[in-house]
Each structure stands twice: as structure tokens, then as C-alpha cells.
């Protein structure tokens, strides 16, 4: 399998409900990223990881929580969240932080909280 | 406020005339400018960038544009086809350690 792979595709949940998103790169790449897409927005960058660094929280409440355990895999856990943030939830890789401009982006997790 | 507009949100072109995209940024200091396209259910890809010191950057059937005193770039897609149908955001890149800032997008529809 090539490319990044996000699962799942969709993803319906409560408020109340816990639940996480997974991303795999399998690019060798050593930058990852979370991006947030609501419907008529531009992309809003969440988290960025360098080696397993976390570099940047671009202000994202604490209901998001990522999580990167070695440079192929991002985590991003949900808890408690709101109707608000409802939206495609885009990962991203780049060969590093340097070379950034260049993306490679999962097909994404369309996600609906009830 | 946006640094980088894409004020169109769609628009329709006929197969094989040119299809232009527009984009246009606030911030002087961006180095890199690209366009990425999106299919449905597909993430974004990366299509074609251009530096600040240059104008123009062909790669083929797309050209992609940079007026620097105007703050604005396009992308021409000559001749269009079936296939370029899909969403195409504009972003821009100071270089480095720097984020990518996208567009909210224009959808492109190629009339057969």
C-alpha cells in the first residue's frame, strides 16, 4: 500500500462518545500533520510532528488530542466533542518540516457529532 | 481575515477552451505559491508551484502565473478536459519552518 491512508472514512458520533482517527504514511516521510476542512472554509492546520515531536498546536481546544507513536502513524482522539466540529478531518505528510509546501494529504475522515 | 482569497467559488468551463483559477494574497512576504486539487472523496494533491522570483512556471497542460505588485496569482489549464473537474486551492508558503495557508477553494466544472 502507498500514499497515506486515513481510517475511517466516516465517522458518526455523540457528544458524549470517545473515539479516535487514524492515519498510516507510507512515503517514509518524517513530517505529519492534522488538518481541519468545515464546509466553506479554508484548511486549518490542528497539529504538526516532526520525528514524533510535536511542534505545533495551532490553538485547537483540548477535546483533540494527538498522538504520534513513531513517524509512520498519527492518532488524533476525540472526546466530548461538539456539533461545531463536525467537518473533514484531512492527514498530511511531507518529507520534513522544511520541505513542507509540499503535502501529501489522506483521503480524509468525514465527520458528523450529534 | 484571509491571507489568501479565492473569491470565485466555481466556475464552469467547456472541454478543450482555457480555464483560468484566480488567487489573490495580502501578505508580501510569501515565498512559494501553489495550487493543490481536490477530486470528492479524495485528499488534496499537490498540482504546481511557482517561487517569488519568478512569473510564470509551466508544467504541462497547466501555467501558473505570479503578479507580485498585484498580489495575485492564476492558473491556466489549456486545453481543459473532463478530468480537471474537482476543487483547486490556491496556497502560499514564507519557506522553512513556515506553514502552508490555503484558500477556501474554487470548483471547477469541465463541460464535455
Known amino acids: 500500500e502507498t500514499g497515506v491512508t486515513q481510517t475511517p472514512r466516516h465517522l458518526v458520533m455523540g457528544m458524549t462518545n470517545k473515539k479516535s482517527l487514524k492515519c498510516e504514511q507510507h512515503?517514509?516521510?518524517?513530517?505529519m500533520y492534522w488538518y481541519k476542512q468545515s464546509a466553506k472554509k479554508p484548511l486549518e492546520l490542528m497539529f504538526v510532528y516532526s520525528l514524533e515531536e510535536r511542534v505545533e498546536n495551532n490553538s485547537v481546544p483540548s477535546r483533540f488530542s494527538p498522538e504520534c507513536p513513531n513517524s509512520s502513524h498519527l492518532f488524533l482522539h476525540l472526546h466530548t466533542l461538539q456539533p461545531e466540529d463536525s467537518a473533514l478531518y484531512l492527514c498530511?505528510?511531507?518529507?520534513?518540516?522544511?520541505?513542507?509546501?509540499?503535502?501529501?494529504f489522506g483521503s480524509g475522515t468525514q465527520l458528523s457529532v450529534l | 481575515d484571509q491571507q489568501v482569497k479565492q473569491n470565485s467559488p466555481s466556475l464552469s468551463v467547456q472541454e478543450g477552451r482555457i480555464s483560468i483559477l484566480n488567487c489573490d494574497y495580502t501578505?508580501?512576504?510569501?515565498?512559494?505559491f501553489l495550487w493543490y486539487k481536490k477530486y470528492p472523496a479524495e485528499g488534496p494533491t499537490f498540482l504546481i508551484s511557482?517561487?517569488?522570483?519568478?512569473d510564470k512556471n509551466e508544467d504541462g497542460r497547466f501555467t501558473v502565473f505570479l503578479n507580485k505588485s498585484a498580489k495575485h496569482l492564476s492558473l491556466h489549464i489549456v486545453p481543459s478536459q473532463p478530468g480537471d473537474s474537482a476543487v483547486y486551492f490556491c496556497?502560499?508558503?514564507?519557506?522553512?519552518?513556515?506553514?502552508?495557508?490555503f484558500g477556501i477553494g474554487t470548483k471547477l466544472q469541465v463541460i464535455p
Open positions: 511557482i517561487s517569488s522570483i519568478k
Open positions: 512515503l517514509g516521510h518524517n513530517a
Open positions: 498530511a505528510s511531507s518529507q520534513d518540516l522544511l520541505a513542507n509546501e509540499k503535502l501529501f
Open positions: 496556497a502560499v508558503y514564507s519557506g522553512g519552518y513556515q506553514k502552508v495557508t
Open positions: 501578505n508580501s512576504m510569501f515565498d512559494y
